[in-house]
């Protein structure tokens, strides 16, 4: 397979609403699909045992500085317990291959057709993905716990910025949304 082909953001992170790449930045508007321009996508899915449908609860595209501003609100406890929890998640996890990051929960191992809800995530540039870091997926249950490592304050921001630009309605804020909230990893 020639490099090229190896880039292309997968489908899977293409709008569900659209069934195109996203083009736009969620939260500023900006165009991502200009070259150099640096976003993280993020989907949260949930998945019912026994059949093959599947619920996309929220998505979201988001560039770097947007992302980088969301970053100066989350406080200092947060932002430390979060380092620590991923050291320690990358120091016990496990070691998948690159063909491994979207079948199996980065932190775990737990294969995705078991899993109830996760999140996959990937850094693009422009109409591409990052070569700097691979899409991935992660368990609703390391959200979870990652989720009660948060200060309340940035509970709060994150219930804020979900209400503001990816709001799934309310009644979709239960146990199926991964930490029951919009954690950008």
Known sequence: ??????????EEFYSFNTGQPFC???DCGKDLLEPNVMYVIEKAIRQYAG?????????????????????????AESM?????????????GISL???ELLTKCAATGTPREELTNYQINALCNGSKLSPLQPP?????VVLDEMNDILSDETRDFLDD???????????WVTDDVPGGRFVLI
């Not at 991935?136 to 609703?140: A, N, P, T």
């Open 1 to 10: 397979m020639e490099e090229d082909q190896l880039n292309n953001i997968p």
């Open 24 to 26: 736009e930045c969620s």
């Open 51 to 75: 059949y093959a449908a599947k619920d996309v609860i929220f998505e979201v595209a988001i560039c770097l500085e947007c992302v980088e501003r969301m970053k100066n609100e989350i406080s």
């Open 80 to 92: 430390s317990n979060m380092m620590k929890f991923y050291e320690e998640m990358m120091m016990n």
């Open 97 to 99: 291959q690159p063909e």
């Open 136 to 140: 991935y997926l992660i368990s609703g």
């Open 161 to 171: 910025y979900q209400q503001k630009f990816i709001g799934p309605s309310p009644e």
